[in-house]
């Protein structure tokens, strides 16, 4: 399969499993471990669950989604255990630097995700309160939020397919 056939698939299996299934972080995760078939493993899915929502749906820190999208590419190119002190392992900073760089070029220099979603719809939400729960899907940001995953899913099978 061709690099843009294997980006578009990335994201539309994140936005569709955020849509699903919700949990940003996972569902950028999950999608790059569909499409490449390799280098993350359900583990590190699950250790991404409570970065959902700016941190254990708090909202107060990074988007979830983009946590994600750089924990998938340090699967593949972050520094294992076995290398400390061996170096810095510029690759998988430069491409997530790459990653944090398209984030803000298409959604700006707001990474957090309250301010995400103030951006997207005017107000944030608080995901521990019922009424805001469901008043977040109703305003369209859980749209919002759905295409933002899959564009970071996408974008991760660009960059560590180069």
């Not at 409570?50 to 107060?60: D, E, F, I, K, R």
């Amino acid at each position: 399969m061709e690099k843009e056939q294997l980006m578009n698939m990335a994201y539309q299996l994140a936005h569709d499993y955020d849509v699903d299934y919700g949990f940003c972080p996972q569902c950028v995760l999950a999608a790059v471990q569909d499409v490449m078939e390799e280098g993350i493993s359900d583990d590190v899915i699950r250790s991404a669950h409570g970065l959902s929502g700016g941190g254990c749906l708090t909202g107060n820190g990074t988007c979830g989604a983009l946590q994600g999208g750089l924990m998938a590419i340090s699967c593949f190119h972050g520094r294992k255990r076995e290398d400390f002190g061996k170096g810095r392992y510029l690759k998988n900073l430069t491409l997530g630097k790459e990653l944090l760089n398209k984030f803000t070029e298409k959604y700006g220099d707001k990474h957090n995700c309250n301010e995400l979603q103030c951006s997207f719809v005017g107000r944030s939400f608080d995901s521990w309160n019922p009424e805001d729960a469901a008043a977040f899907k109703d305003s369209g940001c859980k749209k919002r939020c759905a295409e933002m995953t899959g564009d970071i899913a996408q974008w991760v099978i660009e960059l560590i397919a180069k």
